[in-house]
C-alpha cells in the first residue's frame, strides 16, 4: 500500500500507534534522515511505502518534552568549536 502525508496520522492511529498531525509528520520527514525515502514524486506530491513508514514509527525512539531543535544547536556548537 502507499501513502501520502495526509493519510499517514489516520494510519498510524489505526495501526495502534500516536496519531500525529500532518505537521509535525512533515517535520520527521524534512529533519530525521532515517525516514523512509519516497518511492514516487511529482510537484508537491509525494508517495511512501505505508509498511516502510510504519516501521519507521515502530522502532521511532520518543523523547517526550526533549528540545531537539537545541541538541542541534549544541552538536553545531560542539563541532565548531
Given at each position: 500500500?502507499?501513502?501520502?502525508?495526509?493519510?499517514?496520522?489516520?494510519?498510524?492511529?489505526?495501526?495502534?500507534?500516536?496519531?500525529?498531525?500532518?505537521?509535525?509528520?512533515?517535520?520527521?520527514?524534512?529533519?530525521?534522515?532515517?525516514?523512509?525515502?519516497?518511492?514516487?514524486?511529482?510537484?508537491?506530491?509525494r508517495?511512501?511505502?505505508?509498511?516502510?513508514?510504519?516501521?519507521?514509527?515502530?522502532?521511532?525512539?520518543?523523547s517526550?518534552?526533549?528540545?531537539?531543535?537545541?541538541?542541534?544547536?549544541?552538536?553545531?556548537?560542539?563541532?565548531?568549536?
Amino acid at each position: 500500500m502507499i501513502c501520502s502525508i495526509p493519510e499517514m496520522p489516520d494510519l498510524l492511529q489505526a495501526a495502534g500507534l500516536p496519531r500525529l498531525t500532518t505537521a509535525r509528520i512533515r517535520q520527521i520527514v524534512k529533519n530525521d534522515s532515517d525516514f523512509p525515502p519516497t518511492i514516487w514524486e511529482r510537484g508537491r506530491v509525494r508517495l511512501w511505502l505505508w509498511t516502510e513508514v510504519e516501521r519507521y514509527f515502530r522502532k521511532r525512539k520518543l523523547s517526550p518534552g526533549a528540545r531537539t531543535d537545541l541538541q542541534h544547536e549544541h552538536q553545531n556548537d560542539a563541532a565548531q568549536g
